[in-house]
């Protein structure tokens, strides 16, 4: 089943955002040659000036930890990571048939 990769990034140094903005566009494009990827889209936050969001989706969880673990993906992410002023935030997602069914860890409520 597929899932859904939300990604998130802050910079809010104008100099530093410049030199993201190419990086992102990178990694985004060889995303989209990787096996399994279906599709992307990346936003820009309207109301909290730096933040970015990308939403990926995949056609399933080992096709994105496959391109997560890659050599290529960690050279471009690491030079990402230098001009972030938080780091990369990443959560998964999977779409849920039939309604929401919670589903809590062991001993957790």
Excluded at 71 to 87: G, P, S
Excluded at 97 to 102: D, L, R, S, T
Aim: glycine residues 6%; proline residues 4%.
């Amino acid at each position: 089943m597929a899932i859904s990769v939300i990604i998130r990034r802050t910079v809010t140094n104008k100099e530093k955002a410049a030199q993201l903005a190419p990086l992102i566009v990178r990694l985004r494009s060889r995303a989209t040659a990787q096996p399994g990827y279906i599709t992307g889209q990346t936003y820009g936050c309207i109301d909290c000036e730096g933040e970015y969001l990308v939403i990926s989706t995949w056609h399933t969880l080992a096709d994105w930890n496959n391109w997560l673990n890659s050599d290529e993906r960690r050279e471009i992410q690491d030079r990402i990571d230098l001009l972030l002023d938080t780091e990369t935030e990443y959560r998964l997602y999977e779409p849920l048939v039939g309604g929401i069914i919670p589903r809590f860890q062991e001993g957790t409520q």
